[in-house]
């Protein structure tokens, strides 16, 4: 069965210090990979999505960015990070067919959710 | 831009009583529709979906959504809440078909059921 694995459940860091949140999945291959920002009263941002390695789109400016370096890797990362990007962060999949033609995705495969984690930036 | 709206940030209810939660989305194209939930200290989690055909679903834990396509809304209902219901609902959307299947998120009605 799949399974995503977010790390770590909880951080603390100052402002200024550099970050990076890891989320890696099993159990499939060819996810669609994705970051997203919860934060009070402000329901779920989507940061970043990738729908292959080294392949990232960015949703909204920002103090962040993302990689991929592997398949089932997806990283999340800052240089320095800034009062404003405390809040809790998700890693989610879905799945992806790939076909003769363009890459679609499978409509019965809604996002799998990663545990998330806890940034509290001070 | 695509959008949702959930008007209902806050519910309270009692048990036994029934549930609404309103959700409006806005998109000038063919979508898909979800209701996620996330109870206390747990990761989100799916509650139904709707891609296609019979506009009512049913999904999980006695929860339904109808999707009327003219009002550009997919509400949540269960006819009878338990207090195991308390828990965060957030109604998303995602363009049918593409390379991606990234959703737009509402921004989530806490709901808290007294016993």
């Known amino acids: 069965s799949q399974t995503i694995h977010q790390w770590p459940a909880t951080l603390v860091q100052p402002v200024g210090s550099p970050l990076s949140l890891e989320c890696t999945v099993e159990g499939t291959s060819n996810p669609n990979l994705y970051w997203y920002r919860q934060a009070a009263g402000r329901g779920l941002q989507l940061l970043f999505y990738s729908v292959g390695i080294g392949q990232i789109s960015s949703e909204v400016p920002q103090n962040l960015s993302a990689s991929r370096p592997q398949d089932r890797q997806f990283i999340l990362s800052s240089k320095k990070l800034l009062l404003s990007d405390s809040g809790f962060y998700l890693c989610a999949w879905s799945v992806l067919v790939l076909s003769h033609g363009p890459p679609m995705v499978d409509n019965s495969s809604p996002l799998h959710f990663g545990n998330g984690t806890r940034l509290t930036v001070t | 831009a695509q959008s949702v709206s959930q008007h209902n940030h806050h519910v309270i209810l009692s048990e036994a009583a029934s549930l609404e939660l309103g959700c409006n989305y806005s998109y000038g194209g063919t979508v898909n529709l979800f209701w996620y939930v996330q109870y206390p200290g747990q990761h989100l989690q799916l509650l139904l979906k709707?891609?296609?055909?019979?506009?009512l679903v049913k999904g999980i834990k006695g929860f339904e959504a109808e999707f009327i396509k003219s009002k550009f809304s997919f509400n949540l209902r269960k006819p009878s809440v338990q207090w195991s219901d308390t828990a965060e609902y957030f109604c998303a959307v995602s363009r049918r078909g593409g390379a991606t299947n990234k959703l737009i998120f509402g921004t989530g009605t806490l709901l808290a059921v007294q016993p």
């Open positions: 709707y891609f296609s055909g019979d506009p």
